[in-house]
């Protein structure tokens, strides 16, 4: 069974960082490109980061370019997140994703940036 799994979300207050982990299993991480959405509340998901199958190139919006930056591990079939200078209205479910015959999703990751 094809599946993803986001860990890493939490409460931070603004300013600070999170590593977000998407765990992959059902299929081989290593040959797909791979992609990180957040969703905030009353807003459309919107891509943060995407990388490709190898880890070589990666792509960023100017929103978060400079602070968040994506990674993979696919010995560990694994993707990550590092998300700094986190901002309040970054408030969000923070989904990870592939394309793999249709679009997978993962269930997603609460992050709440507070004070």
């Known amino acids: 069974q094809v599946q993803l799994v986001e860990s890493g979300g939490g409460l931070v207050q603004p300013g600070g960082s999170l590593r977000l982990s998407c765990a992959a299993s059902?299929?081989?991480?290593?040959?797909?490109?791979m992609s990180w959405y957040r969703q905030a509340p009353g807003k459309e998901r919107e891509l943060v980061a995407t990388?490709?199958?190898?880890?070589?190139?990666?792509n960023y919006p100017d929103s978060v370019k400079g602070r968040f930056t994506i990674s993979r591990d696919n010995a560990k079939r694994t993707v990550y997140l590092q998300m700094n200078s986190l901002k309040a209205e970054e408030t969000a479910v923070y989904y990870c994703?592939?394309?793999?015959?249709?679009?997978?999703w993962g269930r997603g990751t609460l992050v709440t940036v507070s004070s």
């Open positions: 994703k592939t394309y793999r015959y249709r679009e997978v």
């Open positions: 059902g299929f081989t991480l290593r040959n797909y490109d």
């Open positions: 990388i490709t199958s190898a880890g070589i190139g990666t």
